[in-house]
């Protein structure tokens, strides 16, 4: 069973390896992070398929920031 630790370090990685070098605040949004539409559609489907999870990408368009993210496929993951 994946730990919330391990939810956040999957999106951490993903954000990095779309963004690379970028300091992640959990309390910013991709795009305050410097994404464009493209970018955090990759950074989701990255995520999803690396955690094994079927969302909808409809279901991420209110999630406010990244700390927001990781609660939201926490509570699919478990």
Known sequence: MATREHV???VHKAID???PGVE?????????LGTDSVDRVEIIMAVLD???VREPLS???GVPS????VDFLWERVR
């Open 50 to 52: 690396r955690l094994g």
């Open 17 to 19: 390896e779309i963004l």
């Open 8 to 10: 956040e370090g999957v």
């Open 24 to 32: 992640i605040d959990g309390r910013a949004h991709l795009k305050d």
């Open 59 to 61: 279901s991420f368009g």
């Open 66 to 69: 990244v700390d927001a993210l």
